[in-house]
């Protein structure tokens, strides 16, 4: 479809990687210049610019402090749980930060070294998130919403000096206290940190230093109220500027790894050229610093371009109703929103008319863009009626940091099509493919998967696990990253992205494990075995079902049963978190399997979908899946 900036961009993009990234790099202050752009010379591990340092830090405050952006706002929170609004202009977010990241190094926290962050959305996330990229030591955030289980296996991994945790986060209906569930992870853990800094909350202070640990508590205000200034540490392109864990099918979280280098190019370009925001625009992202798109497009690639972020601490409805996001529009002149698309169906639920956008001036927003869930047409059409402005789907996912697929707002705007993300973005050579590995013809479903090498900001590998990133992603057709969605090209060259082929659960823009919510309900000691498969939701997109088999001799039908289902639902919200919503927990009389005792989680998630479910040759017995059909799809 596109004939001009796009097409070319692509071209290059692909044919001459080398020249295309080279003049992105431009855009990024180096402290030596990259000697080589693409090290493809151990494939499939690609790096780029190696050679070259940097700090992204410096990129991301002290050269817009130094070049005159000092006074301007960096950072706006808007905090409608707390009734708080407060501006940090360049300068004040630096001074924090490097106040921060002296108060870390006094601690011992060097360059290369893991400091996991476990905090809601409070400035301090931020400065927390900076200071680490100024000291070059490795960042890992783990979300808010996440509760013991799987605060622990990322600490695990990690292997954290240093935890930086808030006292706790605000809910619309209820304060969550983190310390007792940072305590009950440092529990089960293997691993100890050399010291947890809590930042107190006046909502829920914490008990700091009243146990008996190993570790040293103490508390944020104290620590840097004595703490000098870091400097920003030289750190290679290639080294890691943080790990985000993110879920895969198993229950072990996957350390997705980001490098300095690579991620400040990307994101850099991604903002001017997919986002068309340049410095001093006001950029909003409503989404949450402990997932990726909080990283990129809250933290990372507003302040590394000189705009201004807003961190909002809220919902888009409830607090204080549905029309919180125009009020931060109108308030704060926001050019461009960035969101998933759920939230949007939570505010057309609550307010289907938009009366709510009466008396709040909407006039600066350009543009709103939605991402990490499937944006369904119904979605799409109401947002875009409603506010007036082109809405844009992009897809992409942790693994890459910034979007496969986007309508290129600033490089080259082109069509809209409901329920496609529209094209590739340069620097992805996405393919579909079929079960051989062949490029299906457009309009055919397929895998999606793309063409090595990856462009900058993607993950290099996973951490500290060369091989479970091949197995992960590589290893089902050669040459290529598997990215886990199936989906199609047309004939315009348009992507449609179907949803996932593997047993991740994507719940109100959420990426949760099947693995840990099975873990969870596999704990409980009536449980003999189960299975957790995501079903179509209209609202959250997909939620999760549980199915368990008890062990024998429990009266599953009566009292005993009742106790059991309800139990199981509260143990997955302490173990994993309230935000896995898993709401409906069936007793079942078996769990259809392959004969090599395999869970048949797909045939179930289709028959729950009210599809044709594919049912493989090799299933044990077929009268276990028929007995599931009026369980999973009642009255059906
Ligand atoms: N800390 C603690 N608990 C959290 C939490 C957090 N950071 N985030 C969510 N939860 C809890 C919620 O309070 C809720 O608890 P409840 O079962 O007691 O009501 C539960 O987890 C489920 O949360 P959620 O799925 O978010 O549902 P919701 O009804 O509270 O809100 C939306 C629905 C659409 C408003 C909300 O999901 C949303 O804003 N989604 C945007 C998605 C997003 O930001 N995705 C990131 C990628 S862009
Ligand atoms: P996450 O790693 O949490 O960002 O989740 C990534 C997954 O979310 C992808 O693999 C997709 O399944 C889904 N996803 C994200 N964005 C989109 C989109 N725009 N369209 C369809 N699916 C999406």
Redesign the pocket.
Known sequence: MSTGAYAAAYEQSITDSTTFWGQAAKAVEWITEPTTVLDDTNPPFYRWFRGGTLNTCFNALDRHVRDGRGDQAALIYDSPVTGVVETFTYAELLERVATFAGALASLGVDKGDRVVIYM?MVPEAVVAMLACARLGAIHSVV???FAPAELAARIEDAQPTVIVAASC?I????V?EYKPMLDAALDRSSHTPESVIVLQREQAEASVGERDTDWEELDWHELVADAEPADCVEVEATDPLYVLYTSGTTGRPKGIVRDNGGHAVALRWSMENVYDVGPGDVWFT???V?????HSYIVYAPLLTGATTVLYEG????TPDASAFWRVIGDHGVKAM???P??Y??IKREDPTGSLMAGHDLSSLQTLFL??ERLDPDTYEWASSVLGVPVVDNWWQTETGWPIAANLRGLEPMPIKAGSPSVRVPGYDVQVLDDAGQPMPPGHEGAIAIRLPLPPGTLPTLWQDDERYIAGYLSVYDGYYLTGDGGMIDEDGYLYVMGRTDDVLN????RLSTGSIEAALAGHPAVAECAVIGVADD??GQVPRGLVVLKGGIDAAGADGERIRRELVQRV?DEV???A?LKQVDIVAGLPKTRSGKILRKTMRELADGKTPTVPGTIEDVSVLDALGPVLRPGA
């Open positions: 809601p979300f808010g919403g986060g809910e619309p209906s209820r969550v409503a989404s949450d402990g997932w990726v798109v909080g919902k888009p409805v409830g960035f969101t998933a759920t939230a169906r939570a991402a990490g719940v109100a823009g959420h609202f959250k919200r978190g309230a935000v919503s």
